[in-house]
Antibody, heavy 123, light 109 residues
Framework: EVQLVESGGGLVQPGGSLRLSCSASGFTFSSYAMHWVRQAPGKGLEYVSAISSNGGSTYYADSVKGRFTISRDNSKNTLYLQMSSLRAEDTAVYYCVMGYSSSWYDDGWFDPWGQGTLVTVSS | SYVLTQPPSVSVAPGKTARITCGGNNIGSKSVHWYQQKPGQAPVLVIYYDSDRPSGIPERFSGSNSGNTATLTISRVEAGDEADYYC????????????FGGGTKLTVL
């Protein structure tokens, strides 16, 4: 069974940093692109970032470009999201999501999703 | 950037059919995926590539896509179907490759 378990969320002050992790199991992690999708409290889904299976290609939404860095360690089956210069509007549940193929850019679906980790940016 | 428009809410009585629409410019030329999200839970894929159903999803869930509207249809609605539903597409024509609809809250009366 494919499992994605996020960790690293919490309360951080504006301007602060946080690193999210997503531990993957049940599939060949190194063969699939991975994605981060977030959801602000009471709001819809927002696509944040993606990385190809070998880490060679990445994507960032305009809202996080220059502040967030996605990476992966295929030897540890783990996906990361390093977040810096955090703002109140970054407050959200962050979901780690498995891609459809090795390329982050394809026409495929997102499945499964992790349970999410809550990031709260507040003073 | 590409925009997907969903009705904020849809209400249906148990046993009836619910139809949730997702509007977009020529969306029929794109592949649409649908997700169900129950309160406090992560989204779950219920329809992919317009009308395909993942294993474990009841046959009551179906999808269609043509012209400017994609539709998620839930037949014989049950109380357990009450959730938020999101459509999603990939858009190759903009810098925002993944687009989600705003979500539709399905209420079972």
């Amino acid at each position: 069974e494919v499992q994605l378990v996020e960790s690293g969320g919490g309360l951080v002050q504006p301007g602060g940093s946080l690193r999210l992790s997503c531990s993957a199991s049940g599939f060949t992690f190194s063969s699939y692109a991975m994605h981060w999708v977030r959801q602000a409290p009471g709001k819809g889904l927002e696509y944040v970032s993606a990385i190809s299976s070998n880490g060679g290609s990445t994507y960032y939404a305009d809202s996080v470009k220059g502040r967030f860095t996605i990476s992966r360690d295929n030897s540890k089956n783990t996906l990361y999201l390093q977040m810096s210069s955090l703002r109140a509007e970054d407050t959200a549940v962050y979901y780690c999501v498995m891609g459809y193929s090795s390329s982050w850019y394809d026409d495929g679906w997102f499945d499964p999703w992790g349970q999410g980790t809550l990031v709260t940016v507040s003073s | 950037s590409y925009v997907l428009t969903q009705p904020p809410s849809v209400s249906v009585a148990p046993g009836k059919t619910a139809r949730i629409t997702c509007g977009g410019n020529n969306i029929g030329s794109k592949s649409v995926h649908w997700y169900q999200q129950k309160p406090g839970q992560a989204p779950v894929l219920v329809i992919y590539y317009d009308s395909d159903r993942p294993s474990g999803i009841p046959e009551r869930f179906s999808g269609s896509n043509s012209g400017n509207t994609a539709t998620l249809t839930i037949s014989r609605v049950e109380a357990g179907d009450e959730a938020d539903y999101y459509c999603q597409v990939w858009d190759s024509s903009s810098d925002h490759p993944v687009v989600f609809g705003g979500g539709t809250k399905l209420t079972v009366l």
